[in-house]
């Protein structure tokens, strides 16, 4: 049984930052390339990083590099992705989501995912 546990959303300002956490288990980690991903109101759910299982490698869509940046805690079984100088535009559920195959930001190719964490950007 694959669990992912997404945390650490909430209202932040525009030009914030917040740091999101994806708990599992160790066993998912050496299985599974853990992406991230978010869907806003009224559009599909879009790639936004992903870390390889095998050698830690990170890839990002071509439009989150920069202000966005993925992470690996092995010994508390946790992906982050830290998020700086934020947008309304940002403004989405987060998932994070288990790939067996490749590390990829396609959301049709994740396996697993996480019930998301709400992120709000406003002033």
């Known amino acids: 049984q694959v669990q992912l546990v997404e945390s650490g959303g909430g209202l932040v300002q525009p030009g914030g930052s917040l740091r999101l956490s994806c708990v599992t288990s160790?066993?998912?980690?050496?299985?599974?390339?853990i992406g991230w991903f978010r869907q806003a109101p009224g559009k599909e759910r879009e790639g936004i990083s992903c870390i390889s299982r095998t050698d830690g490698r990170t890839y990002y869509a071509d439009s989150m590099e920069g202000r966005f940046t993925i992470s690996r805690d092995n010994a508390k079984n946790t992906v982050h992705l830290q998020m700086n100088s934020l947008t309304p535009e940002d403004t989405a559920v987060y998932y994070c989501?288990?790939?067996?195959?490749?590390?990829?930001?396609?959301?049709?190719?994740?396996?697993?995912w996480g019930q998301g964490t709400q992120v709000t950007v406003s002033s």
């Open positions: 160790r066993t998912t980690l050496d299985r599974y390339s």
């Open positions: 989501a288990a790939t067996s195959v490749i590390c990829t930001v396609v959301p049709g190719a994740a396996d697993y």
